[in-house]
C-alpha cells in the first residue's frame, strides 16, 4: 500500500481547506529511500512535510536550514498541527513497514519503532 492509497481521503481538500496540491510520486518508492528529502529533523520525510503545508520540499529544507521548525511552517502557512503529524507519522510508518516486507527490518524491530512513533514525529515537529 502506497502513502497515496493511506492518504486518499486527505487528496480532496488541501491545507488551509484550499484545493489539494498535487501529490507526491509514491513516498514509498525504493528510489526516494536514500533521497534527499529525507533529512528532516529526526529524519522526517520532507516531501510528505512539503505535501501537508503546501509548498515545495526544497523551500522547506530551506527554512530548517535557517532556523524554523516545522512547527513553525505550519503556523505560517495556517495548517493544522496535527494534521502535519499524523501525515508525517504515516510516512514513517509507510517506510518501515516497506522495509520489512522488503526483509531489512525485523518486525520485531519494526514493531518497537513504532510504538512511539508519533510522539517522536511530534517532538522532531517542533525541534530545530
Known amino acids: 500500500m502506497t502513502m497515496r492509497t493511506m492518504l486518499q481521503d486527505l487528496t480532496d481538500v ?13 513516498l514509498t518508492s525504493s528510489d526516494r529511500h536514500h533521497g534527499a528529502l529525507r ?3 529526526g529524519g522526517l520525510d520532507l516531501e510528505a512535510a512539503a505535501w501537508v503545508l503546501g509548498v515545495d520540499p526544497l523551500d522547506v529544507r530551506r527554512a530548517l536550514r535557517g532556523g524554523s521548525t ?3 511552517l505550519a503556523a505560517d502557512r495556517d495548517v493544522d498541527l496535527q494534521d502535519l503529524v499524523h501525515v508525517l507519522t504515516l510516512a514513517a510508518t509507510a517506510r518501515v513497514t516497506t522495509a520489512v516486507a522488503a526483509g531489512h527490518l ?3 524491530e519494526a514493531h518497537a519503532l513504532t510504538v512511539d512513533l508519533a510522539d517522536h514525529v511530534d517532538h522532531h515537529v517542533r525541534t530545530p
Open 14 to 26: 488541501g491545507p488551509a481547506g484550499g484545493p489539494a496540491p498535487a501529490w507526491p510520486q509514491d
Open 39 to 41: 533529512g528532516g529533523p
Open 70 to 72: 516545522l512547527s513553525d
Open 106 to 108: 525485523d518486525p520485531g
